[in-house]
């Protein structure tokens, strides 16, 4: 449904012009979830601010690839211009929502404009829709909450409205960029069941950013996982777990505590993530590969495939024995 190809994002001028995200390429289903994951600075957000047409300009811009919603290319009316003109699309919710609502007005306003935007509706009529989309994030009381100001509800509440300001413009797909991150444990269970319940009931794709496993293996029903600005390995949640192909994957999974295994220390991944730009040539993961060999740092590897819809791009992937 929405389908990004070949997406390059680049930033900085004349020679110094580097990649930021390379030939990235994935889709959204409807009523499924795909989970992005990465460490950070690997590119995550800068894919899904390009998907949504909100890459500060002129740091950043879409070099090349193409980005279609229901087949029809929405670079040149990317998502936040689509739903100011009553399109529907895809919206965004992001980590912190103080940020995204405006403190000194009422939730409730706050909604109104949302519908305002997309349908045109005012009055009782928005007020009205607007009550129904906090019953909709489960927000108890909502007709009394509409008058609530943002630094009166807690962060889980705050997030509830965010994704209710985003489901007014009735989204086929919505971008979700760590939205739990900020949140205690049991209030991000409770987000994230709303946001797989929504999911189903709207038919909605979603595009969930993280860089938790443990959110990813609760949520989603595939992952990308994403490295120095690379999709290096995709495939259904359970295969990618279950036997990974890549030696980053699989490291990333090395790194998340097992309760089971008692006092044993995690294993992390030595070293830290290229920058962009900082490696032009072969394997980005190959300085931090315990299977690189000689020709990882010369070639860059090309796509192995696993099944149906598991692929990952390494020389010597760990299911063919490296
Ligand atoms: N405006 C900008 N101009 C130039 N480079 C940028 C800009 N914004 C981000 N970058 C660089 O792009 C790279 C990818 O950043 P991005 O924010 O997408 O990472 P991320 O995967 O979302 O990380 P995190 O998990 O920390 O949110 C980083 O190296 C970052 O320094
Ligand atoms: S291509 Fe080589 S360096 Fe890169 S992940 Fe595979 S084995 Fe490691
Ligand atoms: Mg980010």
Same mark, same amino acid.
């Given at each position: 449904?929405? /389908? ?6 680049s930033g900085?001028k004349?020679s110094?012009q580097?990649d930021?995200?390379?030939?990235v390429s994935?889709e ?7 989970g ?6 690997s590119?995550?957000?800068i894919t899904s601010l390009?998907v949504m047409?909100l890459?500060p300009h002129p ?15 929405i ?5 936040y +211009? ?5 399109h529907?699309?895809v ?8 940020t /995204?609502?405006?403190?000194v007005l009422?939730?409730g306003e706050q909604?109104?404009e949302a519908?305002?935007?997309?349908d045109g509706?005012?009055?009782v009529?928005?007020?009205?829709r ?9 927000i108890p ?5 509409l008058n609530?100001?943002?630094h009166? +509800?807690?962060g889980?509440?705050?997030q509830r409205?965010?994704?209710?300001i985003?489901?007014?413009?009735r989204p086929?797909a +919505?971008i979700?960029?760590?939205p739990t991150?900020a949140l205690?444990?049991?209030v ?5 069941s ?17 860089h938790d ?5 609760e949520l ?31 490291g ?7 309760p ?7 294993q992390?991944?030595?070293g ?5 730009g ?12 315990s299977?690189?060999q000689?020709i ?6 090309t796509?192995?495939t ?6 990952a791009e390494c020389?010597f992937?760990i299911?063919?024995g490296?």
């Amino acid at each position: 449904m929405l /389908s990004v190809r070949n997406l390059v994002v680049s930033g900085g001028k004349g020679s110094a012009q580097i990649d930021i995200v390379s030939d990235v390429s994935f889709e959204i289903e409807r009523g499924k979830v795909l989970g992005l994951v990465g460490e950070s600075g690997s590119g995550k957000s800068i894919t899904s601010l390009a998907v949504m047409g909100l890459l500060p300009h002129p740091q950043l811009w879409v070099r090349g690839g193409s980005i279609e919603l229901d087949g029809a290319d929405i670079t040149e009316e990317p998502p936040y +211009l689509r739903v100011e003109r009553g399109h529907g699309g895809v919206a965004m919710i992001f980590q912190e929502p103080m940020t /995204s609502l405006n403190p000194v007005l009422p939730i409730g306003e706050q909604i109104v404009e949302a519908v305002r935007v997309h349908d045109g509706s005012t009055g009782v009529t928005a007020r009205n829709r607007a009550q129904e989309l906090l019953d909709m994030v489960r927000i108890p009381d909502a007709r009394l909450q509409l008058n609530a100001y943002p630094h009166e +509800l807690s962060g889980g509440m705050r997030q509830r409205v965010m994704i209710a300001i985003a489901l007014a413009c009735r989204p086929q797909a +919505l971008i979700a960029d760590e939205p739990t991150t900020a949140l205690d444990v049991t209030v991000q269970l409770q987000v994230l069941s709303l946001i797989r319940e929504l999911c189903d009931t709207f038919d909605m794709g979603v595009l969930f950013i993280t860089h938790d496993l443990g959110v990813v293996s609760e949520l989603a029903d595939s992952v990308a996982v994403m490295y120095g600005g690379k999709i290096v390995e995709t495939g259904p949640v359970e295969r990618l777990f279950n036997t990974p192909l890549h030696p980053y994957t699989a490291g990333l999974m090395g790194c998340v505590p097992d309760p089971s295994a008692g006092h044993r220390r995690f294993q992390t991944i030595p070293g830290q993530a290229p920058k962009p730009g900082e490696i032009t040539h072969g394997c980005r993961f190959a300085p931090r590969c315990s299977h690189a060999q000689a020709i990882c740092s010369d070639d860059a590897p090309t796509r192995v495939t696993e099944g149906a819809r598991h692929f990952a791009e390494c020389h010597f992937p760990i299911s063919r024995g490296a």
